[in-house]
């Protein structure tokens, strides 16, 4: 299988709560990325995989809560990837961190942040 992936995905575990209008269901966060991440949603099949949904999860050990809002690209077994369409600078920032404390390569964390401004430019 070719490899497509363009963000370093770091292995993540959280509770995290996602959300669409009067929807709100329990996940597990299982990976993170700068461009996405995957979720463990039992109950993804009360979401529309079509609108926009919010997802809140805090940081392990840690009162800092990351906040996004992303889209469902893909379901399998419970097992939900989700692409990130809007997040504030600081929980982007916390993100980053917690990736550059994991991928141990900041020559390919940087490129990969300049991937995702280009990304932002050209939609």
Do not use: W
């Not at 079509?50 to 893909?74: A, C, M, P, V, W």
């Amino acid at each position: 299988m070719i490899e497509r992936r363009r963000f370093s995905r770091i292995v993540y575990q959280a509770l995290a709560v996602v959300s669409q209008g009067d929807i709100e269901v329990e996940a597990t966060v299982k990976d993170l990325s700068l461009h996405g991440l995957l979720l463990r949603c039992p109950q993804s099949h009360l979401l529309n995989p079509s609108e926009t949904i919010s997802i809140k999860f805090q940081l392990t050990d840690s009162d800092i809560t990351i906040e996004l809002e992303g889209r469902i690209i893909g379901e399998l077994h419970e097992i939900t990837r989700i692409i990130i369409e809007h997040i504030d600078i600081d929980s982007i920032s916390h993100i980053k961190r917690i990736i550059e404390l994991n991928v141990g390569d900041d020559q390919l964390l940087h490129r990969e942040i300049e991937q995702l401004s280009d990304l932002a430019e050209f939609p």
